[in-house]
């Protein structure tokens, strides 16, 4: 791993699934500290855990080396396994079926092809300090209706 590197946290939440939901991410780099967030009126919780990552990495301005941290299965495994056969199979799963989230795990593949992405599931509400927060941030994002 390059010496300048990004850690990273991300999450997301939703109100109902679907239904209104937020996304929240924290990066820190060399002491520095940056909190982001967004929600969507109508949404899907898998889909609020992809815009946590994909917006990260749309935060960082240079290549650089990111360690994202998610509570998500969906989203590690999707970008660290499943998205190659995806892609390979023109975005279809292994049955022929569309994947679903493709306008998102599209983005999110362009963006991993831009930087050196470490991938790190850590336990949801577990008492994570880190992940904690990005769900907090992704809570606090949920638009209220």
């Not at 815009?51 to 240079?62: D, K, N, P, V, Y």
């Not at 590690?76 to 799963?93: D, I, P, S, V, Y």
């Not at 079926?97 to 983005?107: G, M, Q």
Request: proline share 4%.
């Amino acid at each position: 791993m390059m010496d300048d590197h990004i850690d990273a946290w991300t999450d997301g939440a939703c109100s109902g699934n679907p239904g209104p939901g937020g996304w929240g991410a924290v990066l820190q780099w060399k002491g520095q500290e940056r909190t982001l967030s967004g929600g969507e009126p109508a949404t899907t919780n898998n889909r609020m855990e992809l815009m946590a990552a994909i917006q990260t990495l749309e935060a960082l301005h240079r290549p650089v080396a990111v360690h994202i941290r998610t509570d998500s299965q969906y989203v590690l495994k999707g970008a660290t396994q499943w998205a190659k056969n995806w892609k390979r199979n023109g975005w279809q799963t292994r049955a022929g079926d569309p994947v679903k989230n493709e306008d998102l795990w599209r983005r999110l593949d362009a963006l991993c092809e831009r930087f050196d992405v470490r991938w790190t599931w850590v336990k949801g509400h577990a008492g994570d300090t880190m992940n904690e927060r990005t769900d907090e941030l992704a809570r606090e994002a949920i638009p209220r209706t």
